[in-house]
């Protein structure tokens, strides 16, 4: 309810600073800009609103998993739902000797992605009666833009 009146307050104040006919685009922009700075101001003090995400923002998760993720069907299957299903970048640690020993997986994309594959590792059926638990979903404030596919390394 406060998002739909705070976008009717944003248009009412588009119209009223385009609808003067002697405003320069320049001077109408500050006075949007100084309608709206008072329209949240006078939101904020009263009841203060969430965060707003989007589902396409681009976040970056670090996901730790133990169980039978050292194996290299549970990293295909990684490879798979993160790069080819999800369309994620990313990488998963390389295997380690100790099978019993956490892997972490970590991946950027856009938020409903990454959310429906943080869905997908909590749910932990791999397949070939193997079982994999999260047990850390952390996620990271800016995406660092280092990978153009997800990458995994096999023993």
């Keep these: 309810m406060l998002k739909h009146f705070l976008l009717f307050l944003l248009t009412l104040s588009v119209a009223q600073a385009f609808s003067t006919v002697k405003t320069s ?4 922009l500050v ?3 100084e309608t709206t700075d008072a329209a949240a101001a006078d939101s904020s003090s009263s009841i203060t609103p969430p965060a707003v995400t989007s589902p396409n923002d681009i976040v970056a998760c670090r996901i ?3 169980g039978a993720a050292q194996g290299g069907y549970f990293r295909a299957h990684v490879k798979n739902e993160a790069g080819r299903f999800r369309k994620l970048i990313g990488t998963m640690s390389p295997p380690s000797e100790d ?3 956490p ?3 970590y991946v950027e994309g856009k938020r409903r992605s990454v959310e429906g594959f943080v869905r997908w590792c909590k749910k932990g059926d791999v397949g070939l009666n193997q079982r994999a638990i999260v047990l850390d979903v952390s996620y990271d404030e800016l995406p660092t ?5 997800f990458y995994v390394k096999t023993k």
């Design 25 to 28: 685009p320049r001077a109408a």
């Design 64 to 66: 730790q998993v133990q």
């Design 103 to 105: 892997a972490e997986i």
């Design 31 to 33: 006075r949007l800009s």
């Design 145 to 149: 833009g280092m990978y153009d596919d």
């Design 99 to 101: 099978p019993k020993a």
